[in-house]
């Protein structure tokens, strides 16, 4: 009914950048929050960032002053711009999104996830 299709992932040096997209098509109604999450190997998925509809942010500790998360309203699509990529962020990102299609009460929607490796 909804989905989340990412795009932007790929391999850049450390230092470097990189800018994901995720576009959510389908029976939309509201879209609440948007955001991005990442999965290193052995390690548990962790929160990116955030964005609500009415433009409030929320960053992880790790990627505050380096990444950028934005959003275009009028074509339901997240932007995350990452800055000064380091190793450690190296990782599978995934998007995500709460929104609500033909009910009231909103859902979870992830993307598929893109690979980003950050290496010399």
């Known amino acids: 009914q909804v989905q989340l299709v990412e795009s932007g992932g790929g391999l850049v040096q450390p230092g470097g950048s990189l800018r994901l997209s995720c576009a959510s098509s389908g029976d939309i109604r509201q879209i609440y929050t948007m955001g991005w999450f990442r999965q290193a190997p052995g390690k548990q998925r962790e929160l990116v960032a955030t964005?609500?509809?009415?433009?409030?942010?929320n960053y992880a500790d790790s990627v505050k002053g380096r990444f950028t998360i934005s959003g275009d309203n009028a074509k339901n699509t997240v932007y995350l711009q990452m800055n000064s990529l380091k190793a450690e962020d190296t990782a599978v990102y995934y998007c995500y999104g709460s929104i609500t299609s033909m009910g009231f009460i909103p859902r979870d929607y992830w993307g598929q996830g893109t690979q980003v490796t950050v290496s010399s």
């Open positions: 964005i609500t509809s009415g433009g409030s942010t």
